[in-house]
């Protein structure tokens, strides 16, 4: 990200939005053509939830649910303990949940031997509490053919809601001697850690945020940075906080800057800045879709800061206009999506402008259409 650079603008350049969104972006979105692009590099997933008492990483609705119990609640580790170790934990190592920490519901889900099974299981010198992990192959042949033979099965799947908690949600566990019970993620090899280790050691944190900060320099109320490996950005509104990879991490130069002021643009919104919220009355149906036209026409406005010689301008347009033609695409006439249009692209002059200019803005607390209805 050393070749980018923000150029300083003598005077801020008049823009007409009606024209800009006529002339300019709507023309954009429907010449687009391919497909969306992420931007990201394919990576080692290290971002899996997992059990971090035994290692194994949650299933695929469970890391789900965990995931979005980390954003919310604001926590970077990725391991969790099942309630049913808290009494354990408590009772040999004084380990003990944080007082009013809310926990995270999950389906437990197992595959166990039926009782006709467990009956036998005895015979072979194994515990009727054995899962059919721990019992060899040879004698759950034998069980399963003894089973078959009187019509009957040999194992079932067996669900329950459960709870679980991350592992920063404990007192005397994380940097203390008892963190040596936590287990690494099963999922990760060996040699997987150690190439993790040299994308580190290139990483261009210091230098991305050095660029970030050129950026918001103006910015009257900042936004927290931070980079992680995760496929997709975001803004977190809880903690003020966006959430980047890296531009090592990603394909080009193009890609890191579209969602690194897509996310600035975002957080524009928070209550401290121009909180929009204010501005258009949102329900349930389109509001998601404004924020997000609103996001990437900001990032539009905001390439006029940036050397046309220094960024492929024109990559950057096809994919905005691709985004912004998903998120439109639940409106059918032209003269709707140029609705929504001018009403994104007024928030997103202001939004652009906080970020940039803040002292040539006036932000006015009002409905700007009180017949538009969406929600963020």
């Not at 300019?24 to 992420?38: H, Q, R, S, T, V």
């Not at 019992?135 to 069980?143: D, G, L, P």
């Not at 109320?221 to 992680?228: T, V």
Request: positive net charge; aromatic residues 10%; contains cysteine.
């Amino acid at each position: 990200m050393t070749t980018l650079q923000i150029n300083k603008l003598t005077k801020e350049p008049t823009m007409d939005i009606k024209e800009s969104v006529i002339d300019f972006i709507y023309p954009m979105m429907e010449k687009a053509l391919g497909d969306w692009e992420n931007g990201g590099k394919a990576l080692i997933n290290i971002d899996d939830t997992f059990n971090a008492l035994h290692g194994y990483t949650f299933n695929q609705q469970n890391r789900v649910t965990t995931k979005l119990y980390n954003q919310h609640y604001g926590f970077e580790n990725k391991g969790f303990i099942s309630q049913s170790s808290f009494s354990k934990l408590y009772k040999e190592h004084q380990i003990i949940l944080i007082k009013g920490t809310k926990l995270c519901p999950i389906w437990f889900n197992s595959i166990v031997f039926t009782k006709a099974a467990k009956d036998l299981l005895v015979k072979y010198g194994y515990k009727r509490s054995s899962y059919p992990s721990q019992v060899s192959q040879e004698v759950k042949a034998k069980i399963n053919e003894q089973l078959k033979a009187a019509g009957e099965k040999m194992i079932y799947r067996f669900s329950k809601l459960s709870y679980v908690a991350n592992v920063e949600s404990f007192n005397n566990l994380l940097g203390t001697e008892n963190e040596k019970l936590l287990k690494e993620n099963k999922n990760i090899t060996a040699d997987q850690w150690q190439l993790i280790q040299e994308q580190e050691k290139n990483s261009t944190e210091l230098k991305d945020l050095e660029f970030i900060n050129s950026m918001i320099v103006n910015m009257e109320s900042k936004p927290n940075i931070k980079f992680h490996r995760e496929m997709t950005a975001y803004y977190r509104p809880s903690t003020d906080t966006v959430n980047i990879r890296r531009s090592s991490d990603m394909l080009s130069d193009e890609n890191f800057l579209e969602t690194v002021i897509h996310e600035l643009i975002h957080s524009t919104n928070h209550q401290t800045r121009t909180n929009r919220r204010n501005k258009v009355i949102y329900n349930e149906t389109h509001g998601r879709s404004l924020e997000e036209c609103v996001a990437e026409i900001g990032m539009l406005y905001s390439l006029k800061r940036f050397d046309n010689n220094a960024i492929d301008k024109d990559k950057i347009y096809n994919n905005a206009g691709l985004y912004i033609k998903g998120w439109l695409s639940m409106f059918k006439t032209k003269k709707e999506k140029v609705e929504r249009l001018l009403i994104a692209a007024k928030l997103a002059d202001q939004a652009e402008k906080y970020i940039f200019q803040p002292k040539e803005i006036k932000i006015v607390n009002k409905p700007i259409d009180k017949q538009f209805n969406g929600c963020l």
